[in-house]
């Protein structure tokens, strides 16, 4: 396999032809190619950043990492597609921390809003916003991108490779490359050539552009193909970064103050260290870590460190933070996205609908909770392997912990047990590596307890929403949307970055401003809380917030109005975007609407735009002696071009159990400043037996051919509001607060 070390004797020649579409730009920073990151060996020749020829196959460097969502094998696809290999030869791998690994996917996230809404100029390519990603090195995976930006630049990674393979074979055989082919991992000619034969000449012949194959020739892209990671995973022989196990190695587990923010003013260690087994006991400024011979000592010995927390903050218990969020109404809006008509006006005529609904802080949760490994070598070099979504980040982040220069920490990013935003952070990484360097020369696992992890986590945050409608004739005149809550962005990338992005916040108001209804007065303003909670990125960010608040005033316009609630909402965009109107047909359709009702069940709609992806949902409760049972759900959506049927099903499932999880039963409480809930006995996720069955139909009329919508995070954002809705349906109450479980009695 390639060492992950830089080189500096060849640079990748595909760039050029990527996301700028070969534009000049005209300044060196943004025309420069990064450096390929891969050093070849006997048996593995890097052609470019993305693909090694291996003696048996190739193996396919992902820029993205793997949580469960399948990216990989989607990466590799385009690889694949390209390259003319069968689908058994294919490995992948993740990449190291590169900038050649930049999301260039983040360009579409940061340019375009969705082609229906109402403020949209025409969309047109910038160069230089094109280009932020990789000046910024933004090796990130989150924001549903990864097969946005990998769409284009591992079509071309393959294509140059191919091309140059075939180059290789042409200057042995005297003859021109067009008059060669590829098929299964070799050149045809009048000579057949494996590309491993080939691999070391082509090195230096990949073109500087190529021509990408039709769609129409697609063997992989578009079908429903075996993922790369499946054999591993169900047979238990995958390596996430928990099961890394080194020669010599300590494991230690970390305990940090749960006033989040506060300092740690003292600690004894003393019963810890009388336990057999223990090594160390450190301090870590706000918390301390336990080295031992095993995780479990580790943790049995960090309970007993009698630690003095320092005060956070933040008020101290929910109740007084929600009031401090709810302080926010009284101040100037933050940001004023949508603001169609004349809203005053309009509500001024007559008798208007006003809601309130509340949500509260929620966790990740990941199966695989936060760790990490650390090894400080002799040589003052360190060596870690930490789940991440952003390595150069991570990297750079230990870098600057242990005081030594980047290029002296090599970073493994091993597959996930699961992310949902929760692993953008490089905290894992940065306190693995400072006990590391309490035990110079030997490797140690760092492992947080479910209940450190818990308390540790960056949080989706609470939020309340006063939304204000009339209705005139049966018919919606008027919205005026009102979200409060504290910035997750600014929040999040002061922590991260050092500072926060200027400008409205768009994240307190995405799933509310930016919907494709077509109401001739729609007004959304997000209110900033001032509130110091340390909070993250949680699936589907904003849009878990909004669409829940958005969707179920819908629902009451609906039933004020006397109408039937999906066909209120299909009336709504039937004429603003066509595509997000089709879905609402098509679930209608799927889940048999006009009949569904029967005695005992209760249904409801519900929908969201988000990621570039339209999703509707439809599910169906039943009233039983038990309590209420989730029985059926319905998704359809649009992600524009579909490349792996299989993923994307998986991912709506999946991304609606997570959202209904966090309906039912999904709270992080506070008292005396610290979070209560700690582990999944009260924060439960749905069970097999209380999750609904799923039927899923994926469109493509989302934009024009290209078009690519994300599939990790839209799935979630319906989830609560059409449970809610179907609560109503069912019993009549309106429920305006999360979790679901505060007003019903749920099945369990």
């Known amino acids: 396999m390639a060492n992950w070390?830089?080189?500096?004797?060849?640079?990748?020649?595909?760039?050029?032809?990527?996301?700028?579409?070969?534009?000049?730009?005209?300044?060196?920073?943004?025309?420069?190619?990064?450096?390929?990151?891969?050093?070849?060996?006997?048996?593995?020749?890097?052609?470019?950043?993305?693909?090694?020829?291996?003696?048996?196959?190739?193996?396919?460097?992902?820029?993205?990492?793997?949580?469960?969502?399948?990216?990989?094998?989607t990466l590799a696809a385009l690889v694949a597609e390209e390259l003319d290999v069968d689908w058994q030869q294919v490995r992948v791998l993740h990449g190291p921390p590169a900038q050649a690994y930049y999301n260039a996917g983040f360009v579409d996230r940061m340019s375009n809003e969705p082609d229906f809404f109402l403020s949209q100029q025409p969309k047109s390519h910038n160069a230089i916003l094109a280009a932020v990603p990789k000046i910024f090195s933004l090796q990130i995976t989150g924001g549903s991108t990864g097969a946005i930006g990998g769409f284009v630049q591992?079509?071309?990674?393959?294509?140059?490779?191919?091309?140059?393979?075939?180059?290789?074979?042409?200057?042995?055989?005297?003859?021109?490359?067009?008059?060669?082919k590829t098929e299964g991992g070799k050149v045809i000619g009048e000579k057949t050539f494996t590309y491993?034969?080939?691999?070391?000449?082509?090195?230096?012949?990949?073109?500087?552009?190529?021509?990408?194959?039709?769609?129409?020739?697609?063997?992989?892209v578009g079908k429903a193909m075996p993922r790369l990671d499946m054999v591993a995973k169900s047979t238990g022989t995958e390596t996430f970064?928990?099961?890394?196990?080194?020669?010599?190695?300590?494991?230690?587990?970390?305990?940090?103050?749960?006033?989040?923010?506060?300092?740690?003013?003292?600690?004894?260690?003393?019963?810890?260290?009388?336990?057999?087994?223990?090594?160390?006991?450190?301090?870590?400024?706000?918390?301390?870590?336990?080295?031992?011979?095993?995780?479990?000592?580790?943790?049995?010995?960090?309970?007993?460190?009698?630690?003095?927390?320092?005060?956070?903050?933040?008020?101290?218990?929910?109740?007084?933070?929600?009031?401090?969020?709810?302080?926010?109404?009284?101040?100037?809006?933050?940001?004023?996205?949508?603001?169609?008509g004349d809203v005053e006006a309009d509500l001024a005529k007559g008798e208007v609908i006003e809601a309130e609904y509340r949500i509260p802080f929620l966790a990740h949760a990941s199966m695989e909770p936060w760790n990490a490994t650390a090894w400080l070598k002799d040589d003052g070099s360190v060596e870690v392997w930490a789940g991440n979504?952003?390595?150069?980040?991570?990297?750079?982040?230990?870098?600057?912990?242990?005081?030594?220069?980047?290029?002296?920490?090599?970073?493994?990013?091993?597959?996930?047990?699961?992310?949902?935003?929760?692993?953008?952070?490089?905290?894992?990484?940065?306190?693995?590596?400072?006990?590391?360097?309490?035990?110079?020369?030997?490797?140690?696992?760092?492992?947080?307890?479910?209940?450190?992890?818990?308390?540790?986590?960056?949080?989706?945050?609470?939020?309340?929403?006063?939304?204000?409608?009339?209705?005139?004739?049966?018919?919606p005149t008027a919205l005026w949307g009102r979200t409060a809550a504290p910035s997750a962005a600014?929040?999040?990338?002061?922590?991260?970055?050092?500072?926060?992005?200027?400008?409205p916040d768009r994240g307190t108001v995405e799933g509310g401003f930016d919907q494709p209804y077509g109401l001739p007065h729609y007004r959304y303003d997000g209110h900033i809380a001032d509130l110091s909670v340390p909070l993250g990125f949680w699936r589907s960010v904003g849009n878990s917030m909004n669409a829940f608040f958005l969707e179920s005033f819908i629902d009451e316009m609906a039933h004020a109005a006397g109408a039937d609630p999906l066909a209120f909402r299909l009336?709504?965009?039937?004429?603003?975007?066509?595509?997000?109107?089709?879905?609402?047909?098509?679930?209608?359709?799927?889940?048999?609407?006009?009949?569904?009702?029967?005695?005992?069940?209760?249904?409801?709609?519900?929908?969201?735009?988000?990621?570039?992806?339209?999703?509707?949902?439809?599910?169906?409760?039943?009233?039983?002696?038990?309590?209420?049972?989730?029985?059926?759900?319905?998704?359809?959506?649009?992600?524009?071009?579909?490349?792996?049927?299989?993923?994307?099903?998986?991912?709506?499932?999946?991304?609606?159990?997570?959202?209904?999880?966090?309906a039912v039963q999904g709270a992080i409480n506070f008292a005396d400043q610290q979070v209560v809930e700690q582990n999944y006995w009260d924060y439960d996720p749905l069970r097999m037996h209380t999750t609904p069955s799923f039927q899923v139909k994926i469109l493509q009329n989302n934009g024009t051919f290209g078009h690519i919508g994300g599939v990790g995070e839209p799935g979630t954002p319906p989830a609560a509001p059409a449970l809610a809705n179907a609560l109503y349906d069912l019993t009549g109450t309106r429920a305006r607060e999360l979790p679901l479980n505060k007003t019903f009695t749920f099945a369990v």
């Open 241 to 340: 970064g928990i099961d890394i196990w080194l020669p010599g190695m300590k494991f230690a587990t970390v305990r940090m103050n749960p006033k989040r923010g506060g300092a740690m003013l003292g600690f004894d260690p003393g019963p810890a260290l009388d336990m057999p087994g223990v090594d160390q006991v450190i301090g870590l400024g706000n918390g301390i870590a336990v080295i031992a011979s095993n995780t479990w000592t580790a943790m049995q010995a960090a309970a007993l460190v009698t630690v003095d927390w320092g005060p956070a903050d933040y008020p101290a218990d929910t109740a007084k933070i929600m009031a401090q969020i709810e302080t926010a109404f009284r101040t100037e809006p933050d940001s004023r996205l949508r603001d169609d």
């Open 5 to 73: 070390k830089k080189i500096t004797r060849r640079s990748f020649l595909v760039f050029g032809a990527a996301v700028a579409g070969g534009a000049a730009f005209g300044a060196y920073k943004v025309a420069e190619v990064p450096e390929n990151p891969l050093t070849p060996s006997a048996d593995a020749i890097p052609l470019n950043p993305w693909v090694i020829i291996n003696g048996d196959g190739i193996t396919v460097i992902a820029p993205r990492a793997e949580m469960g969502q399948g990216i990989s094998t």
């Open 154 to 180: 591992m079509r071309l990674a393959g294509a140059g490779a191919r091309e140059a393979l075939k180059a290789a074979a042409a200057k042995r055989l005297g003859v021109a490359p067009e008059t060669l």
């Open 389 to 475: 979504q952003a390595p150069i980040m991570t990297r750079d982040a230990v870098a600057a912990a242990l005081r030594i220069d980047a290029d002296r920490v090599t970073l493994h990013t091993p597959v996930m047990g699961g992310g949902f935003g929760g692993r953008t952070d490089p905290v894992p990484a940065v306190l693995a590596a400072r006990v590391a360097a309490a035990l110079p020369g030997t490797p140690v696992k760092v492992t947080w307890s479910r209940e450190e992890d818990m308390t540790q986590d960056y949080y989706r945050p609470a939020a309340i929403a006063r939304i204000t409608g009339r209705l005139e004739g049966g018919k």
């Open 490 to 503: 600014r929040n999040a990338m002061a922590r991260l970055i050092g500072f926060a992005p200027p400008g």
């Open 196 to 220: 491993a034969e080939l691999a070391a000449e082509a090195v230096d012949m990949v073109p500087a552009d190529v021509e990408l194959r039709d769609p129409s020739t697609w063997r992989f």
């Open 571 to 662: 009336e709504l965009m039937k004429d603003t975007h066509a595509p997000s109107a089709a879905l609402l047909e098509t679930v209608r359709d799927m889940s048999g609407w006009d009949s569904l009702k029967r005695p005992g069940f209760g249904r409801g709609v519900a929908f969201c735009y988000s990621f570039g992806t339209p999703v509707a949902q439809v599910l169906e409760v039943q009233d039983t002696e038990a309590g209420i049972k989730l029985t059926r759900a319905w998704i359809a959506c649009d992600p524009g071009l579909a490349m792996d049927p299989s993923i994307i099903e998986a991912q709506m499932t999946g991304a609606m159990v997570y959202g209904l999880s966090a």
